[in-house]
């Protein structure tokens, strides 16, 4: 198997470990996953949820929800989208309305083919001054995002996590605009990232639109699809609801053909 890199990574002992590797597709697999998505908890929750049933290994080691969260923002998107791929990655298409001359038109794309880009050098952690003061600063992982108070409002959870990831903490109302910017900046050159934003020309009048992408799609599928799966398979061929868990999902939808393909011959012999 192909070996797979993550585009930021862990530092495990000092060396830093990109490889994955997630585990084989079968319907046990989906359908942890859509209950691991389905938990309760806030998104960052979920996706370590998701993430430590998907994966086999992580940086060297098998993995748990610790080792996960521990992964930075732009390697647990990467991640998500990754998975998406290898769940289902058909053409999806997106609706837009441009913001210029309010025509609505679609447009498709696939998981596979949206970009990444790698981390910066000082990955993950690296020097600013504030205020004529040194201090460190890495970038945020999904246990920072785990930790950020709900109750709060967006802006107010944005300036805490700011706060937290530079070391010392420094007193978060003395951090000017100018200050943000900097940190913004210093986080944006370190961090690995996948495309959140798709430019597509408006058809109509070859405006430059601005779609959002969501990194963490495949939180939203539902388990109806692999469980009426399930019913038709024991319905043809009185297999267990485990035996059928754990075939391969390629197979499974081999033989969901063929059911298919049988009932459609029997139609048409039906009808003569
Ligand atoms: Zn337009």
Redesign the pocket.
Known sequence: MKLQLLPGGLFIEGTLRQDYRFNPLNGALELSLEEAAAEDGCTADKVTAVLACALASLAGQEPDRLLVASLVVGDRQFLMRQLSVLLDDSQRWLSAR?S??D?VFDLNYRPSSLPIKSAGQDFPESAVQINGTSYRLRLPTGADQSNLDPRKSSEEQQLQLLASLLNPIPDVSTLSPQDIEILDQTLESMAPEVALQLLAP?P??Q?ENTLDLDPYQSLDSSPDALLSEIHRLASSYHWSQQEILDLPRRRRQHYLQLIESNRNSHTMEAGH
């Open positions: 441009c210029d001359c025509a408006c109509h009048c405006m």
